[in-house]
């Protein structure tokens, strides 16, 4: 039995655990205002963009610093919405001109199933990062769904290496610019695709195999996200055998937006294993297993609001009681 105080102790730990600010993640993505039309309605120019819903996601876990551009009619009050999670700003440029600007249509039948209606860059079409001196030496970097060369761009700024590098990317990528993507894929530890960008990369209709394709890239963890059912995440061990993890969503009786639920899986799953402090070669099939279902987790409040009107309000005993609803879910006694 462990007395009193160190039970105490280790509580402490645990919630210590949750929120470590000492453990940064740079995030380069995009911030934009989203138009989305779904079956429970409509919103116009809305908060959105991969590294805002990442950044606010992983907040509740680490302290994310942004790269990313928007024009001068940015809103203030989102600017100080993401200071209030204790989000590092230095990085972000305000240049004249508009924000980048994406809409997109969801199948009223299949919220799984989305069309781009229109993507306007704005100042996004002539962004080049410039990372700062602090940001230069960032552990853990994310390389949220941009144009690959950019992506690129800011992994070469790094001074060393950052601990663990992800990455993230999307359909027109693989379609236009795909020999970059195949060039980053190869630099970066874990890769989050969806099932069916997966199969567009690789030409590759079995899941497992596609991702053990991709691992064959380089990356040690491939992360495939299957929107409202789940995912499969692949690793590769030491003895470079395969780790296959499986795992729902949780289930969500009224979705509103999708929109980011995948850019907030991808911050709940490395804001967690930023929160571990431990570097890539310690991390072990536990940690990505558990950093998975937080990443679950966090693309569970985001679909309950459009935009980020759902995440940016979540509380930690939210997370926890949606944890332990997810052990309720999925063990058998
Ligand atoms: P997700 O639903 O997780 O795939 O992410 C949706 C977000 O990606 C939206 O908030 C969009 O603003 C953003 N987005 C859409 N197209 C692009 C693009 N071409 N480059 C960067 N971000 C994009």
Redesign the pocket.
Known sequence: MMPGTQVQRARINLNKLMLNTDNKILVV??I?Y?SVETSAGKNSEAL???A??FALSASYFSRPSIIAIVGSDFDKAHLNMFKSRNIDLTGLKIKDGKT?R?A?KYDPNNLNH?E?IS?DLNV?EDFMPNLKTEHKTSSILFL????PDLQMEVLKQTDTKPNIVAM?S?N??IQHNKDDLLRLITKVDIIFL?ESELRQLTGIHNIVDASKAITSLGPKVAVIKKGEYGLLMNSVNIDNSFSLFACPALPIDSVLD????????AGGFMGYLASTGKDLSKICSQDLRKAAIYGTIMGSFTVQGFSVDRLKLVTDDEIQGRYKDFEKLTTIS
């Open positions: 993505g995009s934009a989203d959105g963009g991969s805002a819903y980048f994406w997109g989305r781009t993507t996004f949220a769904n941009i144009q993230d999307m027109i990528w969806d999708p929109t980011g639920a995948g850019d907030s899986f």
